[in-house]
């Protein structure tokens, strides 16, 4: 479980099943060749991952392939993971960082690259988390899922999400299509200081959430140009609390670049914003 264990990634790390030197002719120099491989995820669900995941300045994971970097995780802290470069394309329900967390932390992690589920649902960061903190995390890479779909984390409960944006492109079948969560459950559970710039396909699309049951909505925004959708919730239950939720006719080059540096200063985008009652 590696409880109490402090992981550091101090450098760039692409995954791959086989590694080869090569002269190129072309190049006129000996190159090194490889190809992805298929990853086991770290934690089982009878062994979950606890201990902490740190990279130590902007480095990338590429190459992860058919599986989430973590498998289950249970009170550990993820700092500053980035996927790039990478296809996770399986049955199950699919997800770049983790499949399921329990208490876990994660902050400023970012997600860019292609993930399917061709029978389950699929998000960026994790499919379920009960009880976690997300902390200026942000998908930019496109999503599908046969049932439901969400820029980062499918099934939210008793969760806390904050600084946290989509930008990809999301794709659901005949579940809930959510711009940051497909399902928002639980009376703990807050999205706040939030963005969906990216667009949105399916039957029961929220421009921030597919369907909220509790919990509460504040300081969150989306583009309707980007998303294709005018409202924030598909189904929205009374136990939710709303407050300073704004769309915008178009994604105004403030928006986006605050988003992209991980930084939403909400008093930036409020000229080009109309407030709505969700």
């Known amino acids: 479980s590696y409880e109490g264990v402090h992981f550091i990634q101090k450098n760039h790390i692409t995954l791959q099943s086989s590694y080869s030197i090569l002269y190129d002719t072309r190049q006129g120099k000996w190159v090194g060749v490889g190809a992805p491989a ?21 480095f990338e994971i590429k190459g992860l392939k058919d599986a989430p970097l973590f498998g289950y995780v249970e009170n550990a802290h993820i700092s500053g993971i980035q996927i790039y470069s990478s296809t996770i394309n ?62 980062l984390v499918v099934v939210a409960e008793n ?23 497909a399902e928002f459950l639980g009376a703990g559970s807050s999205l706040t200081t939030a963005l969906n710039a990216g667009l949105l396909k399916g039957d029961k699309c929220g421009a921030l959430v597919g369907y909220a049951a509790e919990g509460s909505v504040k300081n969150a925004f989306f583009a309707t140009q980007m998303s294709s959708v005018g409202v924030p919730f598909y189904q929205k239950d009374v136990a939710v609390s709303v407050d300073n939720v704004a769309v915008g006719d178009t994604l105004n080059g403030n928006m986006l670049s605050y988003a992209q540096r991980g930084v939403l200063a909400t008093t930036t985008w409020t000229n080009s914003m109309t407030y709505v009652s969700p």
Not at 38 to 58: M, N, R
Not at 120 to 142: I, K, P, R
Request: with cysteine; hydrophobic share 40%.
């Open 90 to 151: 399986i049955e199950d329900s699919a997800a770049a960082i983790c499949r399921n967390a329990v208490n876990t932390v994660f902050d400023s992690c970012a997600v860019r690259c292609n993930i399917v589920s061709s029978t389950g649902a699929a998000a960026a960061l994790a499919v379920h988390a009960v009880g976690c903190t997300f902390d200026a995390c942000a998908n930019l890479g496109e999503i599908s899922g046969a049932t439901s779909v969400a820029g």
């Open 159 to 181: 969760a806390t999400m904050t600084n946290c944006y989509n930008a990809g492109t999301l794709m659901a079948g005949s579940g809930y299509t959510g711009g940051l969560v």
């Open 38 to 58: 298929s990853w086991t995820s770290i934690g089982t669900k009878e062994h979950p991952f606890k201990g902490t995941f740190t990279v130590a300045g902007q």
